[in-house]
């Protein structure tokens, strides 16, 4: 099992609509939890951080995290044809990034 | 104010070659880190520096050095390249190790023929 795990993708939603991206991690004492959006041919940037139980909101984005289950999610509401990218999500003590998740937001 | 700054941005080697990937931060970061991402593979670590003086091994150390020259910079060095290190390579910075946000620098597209 991987230490990280991204729900397969690729995602594909309509404009505004809202994307839900999944992601689950193995390593129990995880304390930081990440989402960074990239696109292509371009680094790694970041959307979300998250570090305690519960949701966090930052405009049209959406993270939440439930350590009992091991599992972080990231929403976005209201889908643009800009969010369009890989999101990654990273976890654990040495922060392992998961294999990505391509969403594509068509009008 | 740069950020992450890393070079050359391509590169192409024959095997057995050696070569140095450069990168400097400006955000007085004590953390850097070494990544190479393959496609569908996401991110996986090569090395890092938690503080300055100081580098240990990540995921994926084998056929790579690296140095810490002060705390601006570290370099990555592939002493004989190897096709399967063909790869994008992003370095990166941050406050601390791994407990807070990662900035990346551009990347550097290697192909070792």
């Known amino acids: 099992q991987k230490e990280v795990e991204q729900n397969s993708g690729p995602l594909s939603v309509p404009e505004g609509a809202i994307a839900s991206l999944n992601c689950t991690y193995s390593?129990?004492?995880?304390?930081?939890f990440f989402w960074y959006r990239q696109y292509s041919g371009k680094s790694p940037e970041l959307i979300m951080s998250i570090y305690s139980n519960g949701d966090k909101e930052d405009g049209r984005f959406t993270a939440q995290l439930n350590k009992a289950s091991q599992y972080v999610s990231l929403l976005i509401r209201d889908s643009q044809p800009s969010d369009s990218a890989t999101y990654l999500c990273a976890a654990g003590g040495k922060l392992t990034f998961g294999q990505g998740t391509i969403l594509t937001v068509h009008p | 104010n740069a950020g992450v700054t890393q070079t050359p941005k391509f590169q192409v080697l024959k095997t057995g070659q050696s070569m140095t990937l450069q990168c400097a931060q400006d955000m007085n970061h004590n953390s850097m880190y070494w990544y190479r991402q393959d496609p569908g593979m996401g991110l996986r670590l090569i090395y890092y520096?938690?503080?300055?003086?100081?580098?240990d091994k990540g995921e994926v150390p084998n056929g790579y050095n690296v140095s810490r020259l002060n705390k601006r910079e570290f370099s990555l060095r592939l002493e004989s390249a190897a096709p399967s290190q063909t790869s994008v390579y992003f370095c990166a910075s941050s406050e601390a190790p791994f407990l807070r946000e990662q900035f990346f620098g551009p990347g550097t597209r290697l192909t070792v023929l």
């Open positions: 520096s938690a503080s300055e003086g100081t580098t």
């Open positions: 390593d129990r004492g995880s304390q930081s």
